[in-house]
């Protein structure tokens, strides 16, 4: 068996957000000193909310300071919908974190998908590629990007980004940015980052609360059962950390451990 995942449980939300600002503050630093800009992965769901709590906290000193200036957040997944509609995940993102930016703050570099293709998701996604491309190096020189850190979350089915179990999806080997036509949960057009992008990433933290998400817990760190959570897992060992409540790890028996550095 390959190196276990960082599974950190805590008895609340509050928390785990304080914990996550730590993480995401290691993070920045090492991308500010890997190529001088902190490159971030997000996804929709339940995690802007938590993320947002984490980073708007007023920071304890200087080495705690959020460097907006320096982050690229793109995100992992993307619904085909005007950026300005609720099943957006950058509107959603805007909402619950952008705008809640401190007047003054400097803005981070937000990589939004190409609103003008909507209606062809092959399109949607190369454009989104090729956003990629422009950031991390050609194709040609690069056989895949890496992410400082990619911040997931895990959906009732095991789901994380738009790769969803069982899914042909989930065996894309060459493709960095992906379309899914028939997503299960709706809506049903989207884009996703594939899973050999996902698992490159420097690191991968996955953010899961309430007790809704502890039967697939199980199911991910006990079984596996070729859930797409439980691949990260695999695949990503000890640069995979988790951050979820108690609530959500209710009857988990992989080995919890204390949240360090
Ligand atoms: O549809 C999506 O769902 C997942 C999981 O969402 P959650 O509400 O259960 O946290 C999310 O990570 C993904 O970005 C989103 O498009």
């Known amino acids: 068996m390959g190196k276990q995942v960082n599974l950190y449980s805590f008895p609340s939300v509050d928390t785990l957000a304080t914990a996550l600002r730590s993480y995401l503050i290691s993070c920045q630093e090492a991308g500010l000193e890997r190529h001088g800009v902190f490159k971030v992965g997000v996804s929709g769901g339940s995690l802007p909310k938590t993320l947002a709590q984490a980073l708007l906290a007023p920071a304890k000193d200087e080495s705690d300071?959020?460097?907006?200036?320096?982050?690229?957040?793109?995100?992992?997944?993307?619904?085909?919908?005007?950026?300005?509609?609720?099943?957006?995940?950058?509107?959603?993102?805007?909402?619950?974190?952008?705008?809640k930016l401190p007047q003054g703050t400097p803005q981070p570099t937000v990589h939004t998908i190409d609103e003008s293709v909507l209606d062809d998701t092959q399109e949607l996604a190369d454009r989104y590629e090729q956003t990629l491309v422009r950031s991390f190096a050609s194709?040609?020189?690069?056989?895949?990007?890496?992410?400082?850190?990619?911040?997931?979350?895990?959906?009732?089915?095991?789901?994380?980004?738009?790769?969803?179990?069982?899914?042909?999806?989930?065996?894309?080997?060459?493709?960095?940015?992906?379309?899914?036509?028939?997503?299960?949960k709706p809506p049903p057009r989207r884009i996703t980052l594939t899973l050999p992008v996902v698992t490159h990433a420097v690191r991968v933290a996955f953010v899961a609360t309430g007790s809704g998400k502890k039967e697939i817990m199980k199911d991910i760190f006990e079984e596996g059962k070729g859930l797409p959570c439980a691949l990260v897992n695999e695949a990503t060992g000890e640069r995979c950390s988790w951050f979820v409540d108690n609530a959500a790890v209710e009857g988990v028996s992989y080995p919890k451990r204390p949240f360090s550095l």
């Open 65 to 99: 300071k959020v460097k907006w200036e320096s982050w690229e957040i793109f995100f992992a997944d993307e619904r085909a919908v005007p950026l300005n509609h609720e099943d957006s995940n950058y509107a959603l993102l805007k909402k619950e974190l952008l705008d």
């Open 139 to 184: 194709r040609d020189s690069v056989k895949l990007p890496i992410f400082d850190l990619l911040l997931l979350g895990c959906g009732p089915d095991g789901h994380t980004c738009s790769l969803f179990p069982g899914h042909e999806l989930l065996r894309e080997t060459e493709a960095w940015v992906s379309p899914i036509e028939d997503s299960p």
